[in-house]
């Protein structure tokens, strides 16, 4: 049995520039917000029941970060993002 990760990722054209997503835990099926850009408030709530809470914490975690106004700088929209591969069998890479 394989466990996908479910992920939604957004840009935002702060400065710096900041990348946040929610990721959805399994088996729990909790959404959290993560981020390669810096370190999410350790005050920060961990878990969240759907998928909009989790988005509008990440939010609201990279304007208190970063200030910005995401209608003005063009902030990207949430985007879903496939599971990586797993699996490493013939015929599964795209480069060969």
Do not use: F
């Amino acid at each position: 049995m394989t466990m996908e990760t479910y992920r939604w990722q957004r840009k935002h054209e702060s400065e710096p520039p900041a990348t946040v997503s929610v990721l959805r835990t399994l088996p729990k099926g909790k959404w959290t917000v993560h981020s390669e850009d810096w370190t999410v408030p350790p005050g920060a709530v961990a878990e969240y029941d759907t998928l909009e809470r989790a988005m509008s914490a990440a939010d609201q975690a990279v304007a208190a970060h970063a200030p910005h106004d995401c209608g003005r700088t063009g902030c990207g929209d949430w985007m879903p993002v496939p599971p990586a591969p797993t699996d490493a069998s013939p015929g599964t890479d795209p480069l060969t």
